[in-house]
């Protein structure tokens, strides 16, 4: 009996600092990656619609060089 009442209170030590680590280490590491995670996926669409831009931009740039190739091409002809 004795034995068995060692590794019961053993059981409850292990358990409880287990419980307390999560609580007050775990816990509020993986609320400071959620919020790390969430300003990125924030920063990540930034950067996504300042690439669109530019590639818009891009394409109206070659845009007008196909009609100024098209334009001067009449007199090659």
């Not at 590794?7 to 600092?17: K, P």
């Not at 999560?22 to 924030?42: C, E, N, R």
Request: aromatic content about 12%; hydrophobic content about 45%; charged content about 35%.
């Amino acid at each position: 009996m004795p034995i068995a009442r060692r590794f019961s209170i053993t059981n409850f030590g292990i358990a409880t600092s287990a419980l307390l680590f999560q609580v007050f280490v775990l816990y509020p590491w993986h609320k400071q990656l959620d919020d790390d995670f969430a300003q990125l996926k924030k920063e990540h669409v930034e950067v996504l619609k300042r690439g669109e831009d530019a590639m818009s931009e891009i394409r109206e740039a070659l845009r007008k060089m196909e009609e100024e190739k098209r334009r001067r091409a009449w007199f090659w002809q």
